[in-house]
């Protein structure tokens, strides 16, 4: 299993980004794959999740109404829009992947066993 994020880097205040994440060894098909993110001396938090089990896709209130998280089946990617970007959302992006064993959407990273190396967002204002 390896996932590869990407689409990070520098923008202004207000701006946009889309991150996408190339998944490999695995498809999404009954796995959980979630948006993580994590700024210097902070935990790392859930962003969003998307459970196939379900089919539904869950944001967290730090991002809801700015963030669309969606997937390409076709090509194995899943994708971070992000949008009215501020300094709090300067931080490293992650994705990761969870095979359901740990119930549809956790919002603990220990519960997500495969993660990407994440992709750095840099918001200036």
């Known amino acids: 299993v390896q996932l590869v994020e990407s689409g990070g880097g520098l923008v202004q205040t207000g701006g946009s980004l889309r991150l996408s994440c190339a998944a490999t060894g695995f498809t999404f098909k009954n796995h959980v794959i979630a948006w993580f993110r994590q700024a210097p001396g902070k935990e790392r938090e859930r962003l969003s999740c998307?459970?196939?089990?379900?089919?539904?896709?869950r944001y967290d209130q730090s991002v809801k109404g700015r963030f669309t998280m969606s997937s390409d089946n076709a090509d194995n990617t899943v994708y971070l829009q992000m949008g009215n970007l501020t300094s709090e959302d300067t931080a490293v992006y992650f994705c990761?992947?969870?095979?359901?064993?740990?119930?549809?959407?956790?919002?603990?990273?220990?519960?997500?066993?495969?993660w990407g190396r994440g992709t750095q967002v840099t918001v200036s204002s």
């Open positions: 990761a992947a969870d095979d359901g064993r740990f119930g549809t959407c956790p919002t603990l990273p220990q519960h997500f066993p495969s």
């Open positions: 998307f459970s196939t089990s379900d089919g539904r896709t």
